[in-house]
């Protein structure tokens, strides 16, 4: 794959007219994985809401063709706008998700022929926009925008198939599995380090600007925590033992009534299954766990006398090079700067749960730190802030208006995740009440 070169003004090292084809090719990606998710059930699924946690997944197809329809066709091309009226119905600030299925939204033969035609009013305004210029289009950041828009709702759309319910409709190869790996852990060094980016011209905001942050000597996890190390937590009374949890971590258990991972149930003979989009199976035990919320993370971590790593230390793991010893801005993903590929990660809904631990080896960090990138989203200790001297960019409700907020940083993807939306600079964040997104995490600890 093309390697991403920062010194050059347009992604990867490219000229404009293949900054213009990679563009394509991402917003087809996105629009043939939405199709995926859509066409697989029925239109009375679409219209179903299967959780009050999220939308029915007819109202996330044309929220997807709204926001193209926004930005695209009348912000960056100045065409008259396609459906004005639909403004309003598809704005995720207006109207909470458990509210979305009594509003007059577009069925779903109405929603997909809404995208459609958004979609090639947005291609032609591509094919005629200089990719240079006004910040919003240079070297082709409001497309980038959009497809990690539409792929970030995949994944939104890919969870709300693991809470419907009925028969099976999605399918995919298994993961790779891996041979005997030692779970270990990897030192990294104390000292200055580049956090955040400058340079990735699709970054969003909330990834800039790159600065320098102090991260004392810790030592990280070299793989996730994994399904058997957490039935052993269980084992050990995890769910029960007070003195694990926080104040509101052991409330939110006694509400929700957690007693194991999500989706996850015991058989008569004490052995764990798991439930992935309708499908029953034991769990493996060298698979990352997954659909656990913050405070079981943190209970875990305590159990085990460790931690969460703090985002820096999670982006510090993932990307320094000891060669340069932290004063330069480190690769886009943990490997370096190439493009994924499937020998580096567990991406793009490629395969439908996690792979095992070990299984991706090329996809090591400079420090030997394994599946930072794929697999499931690793929660942090750390709260969702900006970076110092954080410029909103091209609008507050992506980032500025949630900083402050009660949630926890998530970072490197899951295997639900588009490469196009995910690098070692990229920032999730959610309540810490959340499961039902594709989450675990790895565990830090303090050297002195």
């Not at 039935?231 to 033992?241: K, L, P, S």
Request: proline share 8%.
């Amino acid at each position: 794959m093309t390697a991403f070169h920062p010194a050059v003004d347009t992604p990867y090292g490219e000229t404009p007219a293949a900054t213009r084809a990679r563009l394509a090719e991402v917003l087809g990606r996105a629009r043939r994985r939405t199709a995926v998710l859509t066409d697989a059930v029925t239109d009375a699924d679409l219209r179903a809401q299967h959780s009050p946690l999220m939308s029915p997944l007819v109202w996330d197809l044309a929220h997807i063709g709204n926001q193209e329809e926004l930005w695209l066709i009348r912000e960056v091309g100045r065409r008259e706008p396609l459906r004005p009226d639909l403004d309003d119905l598809y704005d995720a600030f207006r109207h909470s998700r458990s509210s979305r299925p009594g509003l007059p939204i577009l069925d779903p033969t109405q929603a997909r022929a809404y995208a459609a035609a958004v979609r090639d009013h947005a291609m032609s305004v591509l094919d005629t926009t200089p990719l240079t210029g006004d910040p919003l289009v240079d070297r082709g950041f409001v497309f980038a925008m959009i497809a990690q828009h539409e792929q970030q709702h995949d994944e939104t759309m890919l969870a709300t198939h693991q809470l419907r319910s009925g028969e099976p409709v999605l399918t995919a190869p298994a993961p790779p599995r891996a041979g005997r790996v030692v779970a270990d852990q990897v030192i990294v060094p104390g000292g200055p380090f580049v956090m955040g980016t400058d340079t990735d011209p699709w970054a969003l905001d909330n990834e800039k600007p790159a600065h320098t942050v102090m991260v004392p000597t810790f030592a990280i996890d070299r793989y996730p925590v994994t399904n058997g190390r957490y039935a052993e937590f269980i084992d050990d009374g995890g769910y029960t033992r007070r003195e694990l949890w926080s104040d509101r971590g052991w409330a939110h258990r006694a509400e929700a009534g957690l007693v194991a991972p999500q989706f996850w149930d015991r058989d008569a003979d004490g052995s764990w299954w798991r439930t992935a989009f309708g499908v029953r199976a034991p769990i493996r035990e060298n698979q990352p766990v997954v659909h656990v919320c913050c405070f079981e993370a943190e209970a875990f971590a305590r159990w085990a006398g460790m931690r969460l790593p703090t985002e820096a230390e999670w982006e510090k793991a993932a990307r320094f090079d000891p060669a340069t010893g932290g004063s330069v801005a480190g690769p886009r993903y943990p490997w370096g700067d190439a493009d994924p590929t499937a020998d580096h990660a567990n991406l793009a809904q490629r395969h439908l749960e996690p792979a095992d631990i070990g299984a991706y080896p090329a996809g090591a960090s400079a420090l030997g730190v394994e599946q930072m990138v794929g697999d499931v989203w690793e929660w942090t200790s750390s709260g969702f802030t900006a970076y110092p001297e954080f410029a909103m960019f091209p609008y507050p409700e992506y980032s500025e208006v949630f900083f402050g907020g009660d949630y926890k940083m998530l970072r490197g993807g899951s295997f639900g995740t588009d490469p196009v939306a995910v690098r070692s600079t990229f920032r999730n964040w959610d309540h810490p009440i959340r499961r039902q997104i594709f989450s675990g995490f790895r565990l830090a600890r303090d050297v002195d």
